[in-house]
């Protein structure tokens, strides 16, 4: 029975996204505006990546768009309500005197009880993650992140925390010794390896892993991920990373309350990237995690388009701040651990090329 149960739910699964993914169901989306972000989503839709949203341009209002509203009231029901063309209006956001056809959209809209919402919410729910030029207006920080501490949320998380971790350091615990072992018959050195990383509110804290490197393999400073080609990486170091054994001793880390099963990975104190990027320093706003919803989302960093990306999303995590949010990631992240990044760095790059456009994080800058 469980067999049986197991084969329909999947292929009522599959079933169900089959069917709420056909542009039958389609949300009608109409942009307002015109900016470098806003063409990146158009040519999103275009490609028919994302079959949720079906694109309506301005064009296809028709026979509604040749008649004021006023006009559209006192003609009766032969005229095309503004619901039955769209069933989302997308506007720009930024700081721009609206025309006159577009302010009588937007009031017709608001009449009719059509969901409004800005190119930057719209950006959120469509990549689930914080365009980085928006963060660099303070009223982003005041609105969405600062005296949004939720009292109940942290005592919660606190004992998933504490539960899990201790449930996971049960479970691992008779095969430590053994990973230990095969650490030590590679190159006796050290079975543990500590680093100073900043913690919630820059607080530094020492975070454990087993070593998967040579014992000199700090003296090279920070570098971005070198891939499998690493020659610090030791042989049993390959297969820890593969299947994230190595980070097992963090647990440690999450007993102490000094890390949280979920949360941005915390940074350590000689990544470059801490001056690079000024947005940086608002990960630390919440207590760094075990894994994140930047973790499940995108790869390992190989240069700083890769970490701006990774930045945003977890920017997006401390924005969205929640339990199910948690629960989200913690059961995503089983799936993430069998995928390899070489097949996330592939899906982006496919991506990239069919709609043919530069990476979203750089639009805004250019």
Known sequence: MLGFSLILGIMWRRLWMSMSSSR??????????????ISRLVADLQSHKYNRFRLTTPEALGRWKKKSVVAQALAGGDTPKLSDIIDLLVVDAEPVLLNKEHQEIIAAAMDEAIPIW????????????????????PNWLFTHVLHRRNEAYVFFKR???????????????????????AIKLTDSGPVFY???????LSKNFCMWKFRT????????????????????????????????????PQLWNILKGEMSLVGPRPTWVGEKQINDIPEYHMRRMVTPGLTGWAQINSSA???????????????????????????????????????????IRQKRRAAAKAVDCQPLETLQDN
């Open 159 to 181: 004992i998933l925390d504490l539960g899990g971790a201790g449930a996971l350091t049960l479970v691992m615990l008779p095969f430590l010794p053994f990973v230990a072992l």
């Open 24 to 37: 039958v169901f389609a949300t009608k989306t109409l942009f307002l505006g015109d900016n470098p972000v």
């Open 213 to 248: 490197m040579r014992v000199d393999a700090d003296k090279q400073g920070y570098v971005w991920n070198a891939g499998k080609a690493d020659p610090r990486i030791t042989a049993i170091g390959r297969l820890l990373r593969k299947f994230r054994i190595d980070e097992f």
């Open 118 to 137: 800005t190119h930057v919410d719209f950006y959120e729910d469509l990549y689930k993650k914080v365009p980085l030029y928006v963060v660099r207006n």
């Open 301 to 343: 960093t190989d240069n700083e388009d890769d970490t701006k990306e990774k930045l945003s999303y977890d920017l997006y995590y401390v924005k969205n701040l929640s339990f199910a949010l948690d629960i989200s990631i913690l059961l995503k992240t089983v799936r993430r651990v069998l995928e390899s990044d070489h097949a």
């Open 194 to 200: 500590a680093q100073e990383r900043f913690g919630y």
